[in-house]
């Protein structure tokens, strides 16, 4: 956890080098001391000397402070960004100081509890300016302190992704770690199981090396007696030094779970499970296990050969999303499908043209009312009914 003065730390430009700055009022020119309410590009222009190379000199009319102040005060981040844009086409001297006072009036507003001036600020400034630190910490640390954890821990990574000091950089593991254990407590008292698994995808896909993330996720699908994806989950670190041990407690809790369950030949081929399927007592069918299909899929050539015969119930027209883009698909019921010695009445598919997948998929609507696992040694899918 980064405390106030680490905050500063990583928050602010060092001041030392500035020290020479800070001991005039800057004026760029010899404008008006009010700033224009409406501070365009031109107005902006008018503050810099025409030509790059004129010397700046220090007159007690306004200060930089005053200006980005003035500027910060506004609704619309567009006049401080262009003024940004003015300053470091004529003096980076000047652009640095401008700095120093836009990232100390962030985290003034953070600590006046003004987080989401400091998200609108900080993020449009990261626009143009999108892999400084500074604001990046700020940002992060106005989503930690308006309790949105999920948005904190998202850009603590971003920070951490830009960041090259290896102190830093462990810190702010540590920052998130903290969080997401804090965040996994509450949502576990309230028994948000898929909100948490929502997290931990993000998470595994962010940080795919940290392996107490795939850990914690199979004990969420355990949980949920998802057997299929726990074992998916234990796979990535089974052979881990600390955590083996541990994983394979899991995996023997699964296989425990798992006694009793139908075992299901599988074929695998091309990366993929198919299991044997028969439809209204009609035709047997080979289907692609897709756990990630929220509906089963047939492909229309197999369908218009058993339409006649099975005389399946039209439901109505899917929206689905394929390699080719979203399209429209009309779904059928059919009265029975017999899976192993299982029998489900009222099976709906889609119907796809031009399906690749053996006869179609056999999707969730269908394996979901079994508890399941794939037993990847054995090529076999374990069935026992919900």
Same mark, same amino acid.
């Given at each position: 956890?980064?405390?106030?003065?680490?905050?500063?730390?990583?928050?602010?430009?060092?001041?030392?080098?500035?020290?020479?700055?800070?001991?005039?009022?800057?004026?760029? $020119?010899?404008?008006?001391?009010?700033?224009?309410?409406?501070?365009?590009?031109?107005?902006?222009?008018?503050?810099?000397?025409?030509?790059?190379?004129?010397?700046?000199?220090?007159?007690?009319?306004?200060?930089?402070?005053?200006?980005?102040?003035?500027?910060?005060?506004?609704?619309?981040?567009?006049?401080?960004?262009?003024?940004?844009?003015?300053?470091?086409?004529?003096?980076?001297?000047?652009?640095?100081?401008?700095?120093?006072?836009?990232?100390?009036?962030?985290?003034?507003?953070?600590?006046?509890?003004?987080?989401?001036?400091?998200?609108?600020?900080?993020?449009?400034?990261?626009?143009?300016?999108?892999?400084?630190?500074?604001?990046?910490?700020?940002?992060?640390?106005?989503?930690?302190?308006?309790?949105?954890?999920?948005?904190?821990?998202?850009?603590?990574?971003?920070?951490?992704?830009?960041?090259?000091?290896?102190?830093?950089?462990?810190?702010?593991?540590?920052?998130?770690?903290?969080?997401?254990?804090?965040?996994?407590?509450?949502?576990?008292?309230?028994?948000?199981?898929?909100?948490?698994?929502?997290?931990?995808?993000?998470?595994?896909?962010?940080?795919?090396?940290?392996?107490?993330?795939?850990?914690?996720?199979?004990?969420?699908?355990?949980?949920?007696?998802?057997?299929?994806?726990?074992?998916?989950?234990?796979?990535?670190?089974?052979?881990?030094?600390?955590?083996?041990?541990?994983?394979?407690?899991?995996?023997?809790?699964?296989?425990?779970?798992?006694?009793?369950?139908?075992?299901?030949?599988?074929?695998?081929?091309?990366?993929?499970?198919?299991?044997?399927?028969?439809?209204?007592?009609?035709?047997?069918?080979?289907?692609?296990?897709?756990?990630?299909?929220?509906?089963?899929?047939?492909?229309?050539?197999?369908?218009?050969?058993?339409?006649?015969?099975?005389?399946?119930?039209?439901?109505?027209?899917?929206?689905?999303?394929?390699?080719?883009?979203?399209?429209?698909?009309?779904?059928?019921?059919?009265?029975?499908?017999?899976? $192993?010695?299982?029998?489900?009445?009222?099976?709906?598919?889609?119907?796809?043209?031009?399906?690749?997948?053996?006869?179609?998929?056999? $999707?969730?609507?269908?394996?979901?009312?079994?508890?399941?696992?794939?037993?990847?040694?054995?090529?076999?899918?374990?069935?026992?009914?919900?």
């Amino acid at each position: 956890m980064f405390k106030k003065t680490t905050i500063k730390n990583i928050s602010l430009i060092t001041v030392s080098g500035l020290a020479g700055w800070f001991s005039h009022q800057w004026y760029i $020119g010899n404008n008006s001391a009010e700033l224009p309410v409406q501070f365009n590009a031109s107005q902006m222009s008018s503050l810099l000397p025409s030509n790059p190379s004129q010397s700046i000199k220090p007159t007690p009319v306004i200060e930089m402070k005053h200006i980005v102040n003035t500027l910060m005060a506004l609704s619309d981040t567009t006049p401080l960004i262009e003024f940004f844009d003015e300053l470091n086409k004529h003096n980076d001297g000047l652009s640095e100081v401008a700095t120093f006072h836009f990232k100390a009036k962030l985290q003034r507003w953070n600590e006046d509890n003004m987080h989401q001036r400091v998200l609108t600020f900080g993020e449009a400034f990261l626009e143009h300016y999108y892999n400084d630190t500074d604001v990046l910490a700020l940002i992060a640390d106005a989503h930690r302190q308006a309790n949105d954890t999920v948005s904190a821990i998202k850009s603590y990574y971003r920070l951490k992704l830009h960041t090259d000091e290896p102190d830093k950089v462990q810190s702010i593991s540590q920052l998130i770690y903290d969080l997401v254990h804090r965040y996994h407590q509450q949502l576990a008292q309230r028994q948000e199981w898929h909100t948490l698994l929502e997290l931990y995808d993000y998470l595994i896909g962010t940080e795919p090396d940290y392996p107490y993330y795939f850990l914690n996720q199979a004990k969420l699908y355990l949980r949920l007696k998802d057997y299929f994806n726990a074992n998916q989950s234990l796979a990535y670190i089974l052979h881990d030094p600390i955590l083996s041990a541990e994983a394979e407690k899991l995996s023997d809790t699964i296989a425990r779970a798992l006694t009793g369950h139908i075992p299901i030949p599988l074929h695998w081929s091309n990366d993929s499970y198919f299991v044997s399927v028969r439809l209204d007592d009609i035709v047997d069918l080979n289907l692609l296990i897709d756990t990630g299909a929220s509906i089963s899929a047939m492909s229309l050539h197999l369908f218009q050969t058993i339409k006649s015969k099975s005389q399946p119930q039209f439901i109505a027209m899917h929206r689905v999303s394929t390699a080719n883009g979203t399209i429209k698909a009309p779904a059928y019921r059919f009265k029975h499908l017999t899976i $192993g010695d299982q029998r489900i009445s009222n099976v709906d598919f889609i119907i796809i043209d031009n399906l690749t997948a053996a006869d179609g998929l056999l $999707g969730m609507n269908v394996l979901k009312q079994f508890e399941f696992v794939i037993d990847q040694q054995q090529h076999i899918l374990l069935l026992s009914p919900q």
